[in-house]
Every structure is written in C-alpha cells, then in structure tokens.
T-cell receptor
Framework: AQTVTQSQPEMSVQEAETVTLSCTYD???????LFWYKQPPSRQMILVIR??????QNATENRFSVNFQKAAKSFSLKISDSQLGDAAMYFCAYWGGDKIIFGKGTRLHILP | GAVVSQHPSWVICKSGTSVKIECRSL??????MFWYRQFPKQSLMLMAT?????????EQGVEKDKFLINHASLTLSTLTVTSAHPEDSSFYIC??????????????FGNGTRLTVT
C-alpha cells in the first residue's frame, strides 16, 4: 500500500526567508502524481503545486518549488520569500490514479 | 475552474438524529466523489469513494451503515450520518474527480462541513 510521510509536524520561518517542508512516500507504481496542498484556517484545500512522476524537471509555481527525487521517493516543498499569508497546514499527497493519500501535515508558522 | 459546493458548512444536531451533507459539482460532471473526515489538527482521512450509480467503496474501519453515501447523479453525492453521536463530531470534506488529472489537481474540494453532535 502507498504511504506518505511528513516528518515535521510544525515549522517556523521568518517572514521573507526560505523554508523547506519534507515529504517521503512509498509506492511500487512507476506512474503517479504528487501534490502539495495548503489548508489555511478556513480549512479550504488549496492546491499549491503538482509533480508528475514521469517528469524529471522539478515543478515550480512562483515562490513555490519542489525537489523531486524519484529514486529516493522524496518530494520536498520549498517556499521562498515567505509571506504571512503562507501560514497554514501543508499536506503532501500521492495520487496513483484511484484515490489521493495525504500525509499527516506540517503546520507552518510565519514569524513577522 | 471546477467548483464543488458542499452544504451545509456547519450543522449542530442532537444525539440520535441523522444529518445529510450534500456535495455538488457545479460546472463539471464528477465521475468519482470522495468523502474525507478530518479531526482537529490531523490529516484528511478517506472514508469512502463513490462512483455515480454504484455502491460506495468504504475504507477499512468505516461503518457503511453509519455513514450512508449516495451518488445518484454525476453532479451530486450525499453523506448521511445516521444516529449521530458526539464522537461523530468532526469536519467532513467532499471532493470530486473528473477522472482526468489535466493541468491541475485531480480533485476539486468542497469547503467542508463542521458537524457538532450534542
């Protein structure tokens, strides 16, 4: 069975600084998708970034980028120039085609 | 973009009563809908997967007689919490899939329903 592990329950970063959230996963599949979702206090699930496993190039969305290491099954999220609005729960997720599996989440605090 | 409407956003009910939560895909046909439960400060736990016109597939440990899921059309799925008890109090989130990953998330989430059973 696929699993997603986020080893950092909480993290803090100074405003304007860079932070990296870790995620590892386990699967025997070769074709899948990985995601980072943000859940602010409103509890709405917001897609931050996605990565197709067959693509070697790391995905980037403005201040958000990933470091995708397929062999190591690692999928970390880097947030550059952190802003107060980035404060939220961040969930790493795996999609193998039938359902999404979420990690336990990392709560990110932004220090002004 | 794809919009999923979940209703109600907040409900309080008495112990022993039933509560129905609706999840509608407003501008697309959802071949599959998922229901998640989220406890405070925890991750989303998948409860069940429903495909239009067929019985829902429940995850291990989820009581199918307690959490009734109906997916009667391609735009509507409902979750009914039957004979609710205080331990059923939680945040429930639905999501809908078009069956294609496209360029975005394969899932489109509702805004969730906070259920409180007194």
């Amino acid at each position: 069975a696929q699993t997603v592990t986020q080893s950092q329950p909480e993290m803090s970063v100074q405003e304007a600084e860079t932070v990296t959230l870790s995620c590892t996963y386990d699967t025997s599949e070769s074709d899948y998708y990985l995601f980072w979702y943000k859940q602010p206090p409103s509890r709405q699930m917001i897609l931050v970034i996605r990565q197709e496993a067959y693509k070697q190039q790391n995905a980037t969305e403005n201040r958000f980028s990933v470091n995708f290491q397929k062999a190591a099954k690692s999928f970390s999220l880097k947030i550059s120039d952190s802003q107060l609005g980035d404060a939220a729960m961040y969930f790493c997720a795996y999609w193998g085609g039938d359902k999404i599996i979420f990690g336990k989440g990392t709560r990110l605090h932004i220090l002004p | 973009g794809a919009v999923v409407s979940q209703h109600p956003s907040w409900v309080i009910c008495k112990s022993g009563t039933s509560v129905k939560i609706e999840c509608r895909s407003l501008d697309f046909q959802a071949t599959t809908m998922f229901w998640y439960r989220q406890f405070p400060k925890q991750s989303l736990m998948l409860m069940a997967t429903s495909n239009e016109g067929s019985k829902a597939t429940y995850e291990q440990g989820v009581e199918k007689d307690k959490f009734l899921i109906n997916h009667a059309s391609l735009t509507l799925s409902t979750l009914t919490v039957t004979s609710a008890h205080p331990e059923d109090s939680s945040f429930y989130i639905c999501s809908a899939s078009t069956g294609s990953t496209g360029n975005n998330s394969p899932l489109h989430f509702g805004n969730g329903t906070r259920l409180t059973v007194t």
